[in-house]
Each structure stands twice: as structure tokens, then as C-alpha cells.
């Protein structure tokens, strides 16, 4: 260490005194504290390039995000990350491959080395369209032992499953249950503006025949409904020609729950809707889900998050005036697809083991409503839904404990509280 000695001589008193100081320059002091990071590992935007590649450390199947508020992924230098493609190869550059999985290894700022060369993380892209999948798992999925698990996400050519969301689907109604996924804290840097890409029902989960999103078309609901009610196929009494008084394919788990385009793709599936009234869809629906991504967002916390149905909506017969339950499949034997009563959504940190279910009324001419549990949706001031209001569909909230004893088939947690 470099050091100045100072020599000072002091006379008090007739005492000549001798004081010596040691200084130790402060710039150096600090220099030889101050580490110097040689390492900061990489980065990827994965929004750069259509299609990017699926991306998770090697040999995993769990997404990675980036952290809240960035939209670029961060490693380590020396860190292996899988670089996929389902259904296609991974192209580097202009050198197109027909390999669905390449490792690469964190060199430096966008560099990874793969196949034994340095490659930028720009140059990486997949030849075709990212292809979704969704397949039984051959597990139960309800207390009551009447849902098939689904599972929706992503086949890899070495063979394992990457999952965005799973699915309680009811054989017997033809209709989803529930459908789980974990809400990052990342939703709200999520990519946005991506086509719409087509509806897919899967092969061998369905019962009905035929393509199960032909029965969402309007005129086929309107006469299904007018026929149940007693009403003439045509009447626009209920099913409207115009505006938002129609059944809507009701996402369970949103296209705007999931942070890349592909998770956002895999959302449409049959199986993760349900008949919705389009006046409840855009409004009050619309804005649970938003305050859901918003709370992940703001609590920084990886949210469980159940989405679900339950009940069937009724509309009173023209002729005896009786309430009549909707579906959107009758023939002669069975009545399918029910129109549900309430749309709910069961939101839990896992670490506090705190939670809260949100519901909504989907059914725009109920003009009043009953809770199926006590409702304190007022202690929950992160919950902004109209709760007043029949057209954008009655809103209201209740405890984890309290709604199981409505619902038995919402999944066993541990319930500390509300998720405030």
C-alpha cells in the first residue's frame, strides 16, 4: 500500500511536541476496494425475432422470464440454455438445421457458443411456426373423480413436455372444469399485438361430433337457445344480431395470462373455454383478469392461479315461464356444453399461503343475484370489477375456505387468510 508520512512539530507550553500522520491516499483506498466484475454473463431479448425459440436452462422444461419490469433473460456465463423449436428446426444464421433442440453455453453479453462456434443470440430463430399440443395425462383431476387432466404446451423432439396450463376436463359434460397455470410477476413486460392464431379441439377428448367451435357460431346458439326456451329458431330475444348480447368462447386461462407469443398461441384451445356472455367477457371478466396480472405484477410473486365454472345459467321458458338451463349441444339424448351460472377464479401465493376467489355471474338479464358465499370482495381493494352492475355481470369475492364449501371441487390448499 502506498503511504505519505506527514511530520508535524508543535511548541505549547514551551514542550515541543512531534506528531507523525500516516495518509493513505482515499483513490487508492478505494481502488483496491472496489471488485471488479470480468464476468457479467448474457442476455436475450426473446422478442427479437417471429418465431424465437422456446428458451429454458438445459435439460429442463420450465419457461424462464425475464425479472419484473425487463423484457431481456439474464444467465450467467457458462450457463447451458436450450434453445427449441416443436415442430421445426433451429435455424442459426443462415445455417438452417433440422434439430428442434440446440444447447448453447453463456460466453458473454449476446454470445452463446453452440455447436462449438460463438454465435450471436440474435441469429437464432426457428425455421417454422412453433407448434402447440394438447394431450391426456391420464391422471383424475377433481376430488369427485369425474375430470381427465389435460395438458396443454409443447412437445420436444428428446421427448419431454413443456406445459403451459393443465385442464380439468368433465367427459360427461363436455365442458372443462378448471384450468390451472402459475402467474409470473413478469405478465405485464409480456409481448403484445400477435395474430390471433386458429381454434384447435385436440383428437380423441370430445364426445361430440364435429367441430365443437361450430356450435359458438351465432346462429347456431340462437336457434339451440330459442329451442330450449319455446322461442322461434330465429328470435333475437336473447342471442342478438347485433352488439354484445351473445355466447362468446370464454377463455378459463386468458391469451394475455402468458408472457410469449407461443404460450399466448397454446391458450387456444377448446377445451380452455367456455360459454360466455360476451357483455360479461369484455367487461367485468376482463377486468379480474387484468387485476390478477396486475397484483402478480406488483407483488413480484409467482401466482397459483385456478380458473374455473360452475352452475348453469337459466333463462326463463316463453311458454310455462320456468327457469330452463342452457346448453349448447341438444339432440334427442343428451344436452352438452352447459352455459355456466358463474365464472370464478381462485388466486393463492404459495409462499404466505394466502387467497382469494373472484366471481362473476355470467348471465347479462339476471337482474339480481345470491352469492354462494359470503362476499368480501371490500377487502380487496386491488379488485377493481363493477360489482353493481347486471350488464357487465355481477362481481364479488370470498375466502378459500368459505368457497370450498360451495364449490368442493375448487383444489385443497392450505388457506392462512385473504390475499391481500
Known sequence: MLTKTVKIVLILAGVVIVV??????????????????????????PFEADPYPLIVLANTNTFLYPNPGEKILRFKVNQRVDFICPGGGVNVGSLETDNGVLTG???KGTSFKIKRKTL?????????PILRDIRATGNRCSWFDRGQELEVGFIVEDGRFLRTLSICFNQAKQLSEFTYIEQTPSINQQILGTPRPPWL???GIYNIKGTISNLYL????????????????????????????FLARGHLTARSDFFYAAQQNATFYMQNIAPQWQTFNSRNWNQIEADVR?????????????????????????????????????????????????????????KTERGVCLIGVNNPYQETFSPICPDISKDIDWLHCDRTSQKRGFCYAC???AIRFAMPI??????RGLLL
Open 20 to 45: 507523525i500522520i500516516v495518509v493513505v491516499p482515499l483513490a487508492i483506498h478505494l481502488m483496491r476496494r472496489k471488485k471488479v466484475d470480468s464476468s457479467k454473463g448474457c442476455s436475450i431479448d
Open 105 to 107: 453455453t453463456c460466453k
Open 120 to 128: 450471436d443470440s440474435s441469429e437464432i430463430r426457428c425455421r417454422t
Open 201 to 203: 379441439q385436440g383428437s
Open 218 to 245: 351465432k346462429k347456431n346458439q340462437r336457434t339451440t337457445i330459442n329451442r330450449l326456451l319455446g322461442l322461434p329458431d330465429k328470435s333475437t330475444k336473447y342471442i342478438k344480431n347485433t352488439g354484445d348480447y
Open 294 to 350: 396486475n397484483y402478480a405484477a406488483a407483488s413480484g410473486v409467482n401466482l397459483h392461479v385456478w380458473t374455473g365454472v360452475h352452475g348453469i345459467t337459466t333463462l326463463p321458458h316463453e311458454k310455462t315461464g320456468l327457469p330452463t338451463q342452457l346448453y349448447l349441444f341438444v339432440n334427442e339424448t343428451s344436452k352438452l356444453i352447459p352455459v355456466p351460472e358463474i365464472f370464478w377464479k381462485a388466486v393463492y401465493n404459495p
Open 399 to 401: 375466502n378459500l375456505t
Open 410 to 415: 375448487l383444489p385443497r390448499i392450505t388457506d
